[in-house]
């Protein structure tokens, strides 16, 4: 059974526009997925977000998926959720390496992006984790998602003044068109 160490958990962000989440998931264990999503929606919840939830078959098609909704829709976050238990090949080094690394490309792009997908070595570990009631990782991806959003809103709402914006075509007279 899995320990519990005890962290700070910092408070919902309040929001003063409406937040619109993506709750990517892969239900592959679609009861462990099931109590993932769970946490991530009451979480949500709590901010006055709204939540839509795209299923993919796999913990590598959360990256992909997110990127194709990062690109052509109107979602502020996205939660990833899914789980990868440690079988008897290497195949897990895989599928947790590479799915964070496709969040993390996607989040230093832009993508404000909580990973709630579990990497453990066996079922009981990821029923733990999963559970709303016990430490509730699905919850605590939402929460991350949802702190990026405020900070992105925070300190991505206005840039006059600081740093270097380009010059305006009125501005250049040396500027023609042909």
């Not at 901010?47 to 194709?68: H, K």
């Not at 949802?146 to 500027?175: C, M, T, W």
Request: aromatic share 6%; charged share 20%; glycine share 10%.
């Amino acid at each position: 059974m899995a320990t519990v160490e005890q962290h700070h958990i910092m408070d919902t962000p309040a929001f003063d526009k409406p937040v619109k989440l993506a709750i990517v998931v892969s239900p592959y264990y679609k009861d462990i997925a099931d109590n993932l999503i769970a946490g991530a929606k009451a979480e949500a919840e709590k901010a006055g977000a709204t939540v839509e939830i795209i299923n993919v078959p796999g913990a590598l098609e959360i990256p992909p998926a997110i990127r194709i909704a990062f690109r052509q829709s109107n979602f502020d976050g996205f939660v990833a959720l899914g789980c990868i238990i440690r079988g008897e090949t290497t195949h897990y080094d895989t599928v947790c390496n590479d799915s964070s690394h496709g969040l993390m490309l996607l989040g230093l792009q832009g993508a404000n992006i909580g990973n709630g997908i579990l990497t453990v070595e066996n079922r009981g570990q990821a029923e733990v984790r999963a559970d709303p009631k016990n430490q509730n990782k699905g919850g605590g991806a939402a929460a991350a998602a949802l702190h990026l959003i405020a900070l992105q809103r925070k300190y991505g709402a206005s840039n006059s003044g600081v740093g270097f914006l380009p010059r305006s075509n009125d501005d250049d007279e040396s500027f023609q068109i042909a």
